[in-house]
């Protein structure tokens, strides 16, 4: 089933965004919707919420956007910032974006009660931070640069880093899901999830940039990743588009 398309939008070149059901990738053989979806009405809290414009963003905490010091002590590794813009198909920022993010720590471990990885859990360090886009739409996050690790999706089967992104828009039914990786990792070519996108040229648009003019010496060094949410240049999303 195939939704209809406001006039005006430019849906991105085929092989930009993953197939739903990806053999390579395992769990998509369960994930993937099996039947046509059904088209739900939206309700008024749906498409008002959560109201992120200047005035509406005391849910965005002091340090949710430094993730080094959301708790009492340093966490463990290589500390960096991550920063971009979130950019609409013409290049124009996008403000008031609500992004969030969430990560392995340095040794590849998730805090989570199912993650059974033997990497070490580092007690001032979970992974999760948001932030809201500036009038320009740059947002930027202060963090430690995730380590990989193993899971079971096949033989020695391990993931590259990678941070998890996920935007709202001006509502909660505007939600898109992304991961941003870094330059030359040696796992690209065995990950399932990264290779599910068709495209490489789109794929390269989920690889972040290193920028030694934004590296702060002697504490950080840094990456830039612009996001952009649709049009020829559009990121690969993990989202259903059609």
Excluded: C
């Excluded at 939704?3 to 070149?13: H, N, S």
């Amino acid at each position: 089933m195939t939704l209809a398309q406001p006039a005006g939008y430019r849906p991105p070149p085929p092989g930009t965004h993953p197939p739903l059901d990806h053999p390579g990738y395992k769990s998509t053989g369960l994930r993937a919707p099996s039947q046509a979806p059904i088209v739900l009405p939206n309700r008024l809290t749906e498409v008002t919420g959560p109201l992120l414009t200047a005035g509406h963003d005391d849910l965005i905490g002091p340090s949710d956007h430094d993730l080094t010091t959301q708790h009492a002590g340093e966490p463990i590794g290589q500390r960096i910032v991550v920063f971009g813009r979130v950019l609409d198909s013409d290049g124009r920022p996008v403000p008031d974006t609500l992004v969030e993010v969430w990560q392995a720590n340095a040794s590849g471990r998730y805090p989570h009660k199912n993650d059974n990885w033997a990497g070490a859990l580092d007690p001032n360090f979970t992974g999760g931070g948001r932030v809201l886009t500036n009038n320009k739409g740059e947002y930027s996050f202060t963090t430690i640069k995730p380590g990989a690790y193993p899971w079971g999706n096949h033989h020695n089967a391990w993931r590259p880093a990678h941070i998890h992104f996920s935007l709202f828009g001006r509502a909660f039914t505007q939600r898109l899901v992304t991961q941003m990786y870094f330059p030359d990792d040696p796992l690209f070519d065995q990950d399932p999830i990264f290779n599910s996108v068709p495209d490489p040229k789109a794929r390269r648009r989920m690889i972040s940039t290193f920028d030694l003019e934004a590296t702060r010496p002697e504490w950080a060094l840094a990456y830039r990743w612009d996001i952009v949410l649709r049009g020829r240049e559009q990121t690969p999303f993990e989202e259903p588009h059609e």
